[in-house]
């Protein structure tokens, strides 16, 4: 199926040759149709599948540019993905005349309330500033047609599920409700099944399979050997784009401070982060101004970055679903990657539970020379983690020397 066998405006026909969409992903062409037709739609596609575009077109296609009223509200776990799903409907303004604002925090609500009295149709927003707009009488939801979950799982995750529930309770009984998720749990059957009617349910996931698209490896390496072989792999792929994941912000400091030091167009990207700053490196990201992404799971889902060839993960998850949507910012809409994971002694027996869920065991590469993997008779076990990180205490010519002269004055 092409674009143009959906029953889409002409004016977004348009838009869509000029951007280069000819074929529709299997969520788009799912969902495109109900949407059109006003039901309601839970969305169950991997990351990565277009998501985005299988909501936004038929909305676009469906509001009227004439009423000056919020007629849309999109909810979104992260304000990196609200912005890009603004970004979205932004791309299609001069063919659509649908106004955006987005709402989300660390960002400033006077800017924010300019851009929904502007004109806006639209509110893309994270659960947190939507609802203080509301409780605040600054967002009225009065006229509203159409809710969009987006990452529902993910906001559930976040704890967002009370201000969820406050944001739907303000919203007219007649509504078009979407809901689309990666993983589709307990809790938000429930969510559904109370604020949604008779819902279309679309399925391109198989739970927490990953793409066809991406090849999958890893190796067993000592903790202590993790920063040495991350640039040693960063060497080879210099000046292509990639994502490192950590699990601690602290982690993520370190080890993008180390590698901008070591010359690598690397940076850090967390939730300490302000918003400016965070929208910055994602823009420098995205633009090629930086090569290498070190990050914590904030920007694990919503980053539609095509550029990004290879994902490494530094530190192993805690559970399959983060490993899933980390390894989602590669080979995204069909295009291929590659994926890493460094995984140490301790990691191991995390690292085989997530194996078993996503689907065909991975391969293990072997390590380099002047590397030594971990022997199996250690797996669940903890090395001795200093102070100095991956590298240890006395790692290099200069550490080595700093303890030589401390035991020298003992």
């Not at 839970?42 to 077109?57: M, P, R």
């Not at 938000?188 to 793409?211: N, P, Q």
Request: a positive charge; one cysteine or more; aromatic letters at 6%.
């Amino acid at each position: 199926m092409n674009f143009t066998e959906l029953d889409l405006s002409p004016a977004l026909q348009k838009q869509l040759t000029e951007l280069e969409f000819v074929t529709p992903t299997p969520i788009q062409e799912q969902a495109i149709p109900h949407i059109l037709k006003g039901c309601d739609v839970v969305g169950k596609a991997e990351t990565g599948t277009g998501k985005t575009l299988a909501f936004s077109l038929p909305l676009m296609h469906r509001l009227d540019k004439e009423r000056v009223s919020i007629q849309a509200l999109i909810l979104s776990p992260t304000r990196e993905l609200a912005h890009q799903i603004a970004e979205t409907f932004s791309k299609f303004e001069p063919a659509t005349g649908i106004k955006t604002a987005t709402v989300v925090g660390g960002e400033s609500q006077t800017d924010q309330m300019k851009a929904m009295h502007a004109g806006a149709q639209v509110v893309v927003g994270t659960p947190g500033r939507v609802l203080d707009l509301i409780t605040q009488g600054c967002l009225s939801l009065a006229w509203l047609d159409v809710l969009v979950l987006d990452e529902a799982d993910r906001m559930l995750d976040m704890g967002f599920m009370d201000q969820m529930r406050k944001i739907l309770d303000k919203t007219p009984t007649e509504r078009q409700t979407l809901l689309f998720s990666a993983t589709f749990d307990k809790a938000l059957r429930g969510l559904a099944s109370k604020y949604m009617k008779d819902a279309v349910e679309i399925r391109t996931a198989s739970e927490m399979k990953t793409a066809d698209t991406i090849d999958q490896k890893f190796v067993r390496v000592k903790y202590y050997d993790k920063q040495r072989l991350l640039e040693q792999v960063l060497e080879g792929v210099r000046g292509h784009a990639a994502i490192i994941f950590l699990n601690t912000k602290r982690e993520a400091s370190r080890v993008g401070r180390d590698l901008w030091g070591r010359g690598f167009s690397a940076i850090a990207l967390h939730g300490d982060m302000e918003q400016k700053i965070r929208n910055k490196v994602l823009e420098d990201f995205r633009n090629g101004k930086i090569d290498v992404l070190v990050a914590t799971d904030v920007a694990q889902r919503g980053l539609d970055i095509t550029r990004v060839e290879r994902v490494v993960n530094f530190t192993v998850p805690g559970n399959p679903e983060d490993y899933v949507h980390r390894i989602g910012r590669t080979g995204r809409a069909g295009r291929s990657g590659t994926v890493l994971t460094l995984v140490d002694s301790k990691e191991w027996f995390d690292f085989e539970r997530i194996q078993k869920m996503t689907g065909p065991k991975l391969s293990e590469l072997n390590l380099p020379s002047g590397f030594t993997p971990w022997d199996m008779s250690q797996a669940g076990k903890s090395e001795s983690r200093g102070r100095g990180g991956p590298r240890g205490r006395h790692d290099g010519p200069r550490g080595k020397k700093r303890f030589q002269n401390r035991r020298s004055r003992r």
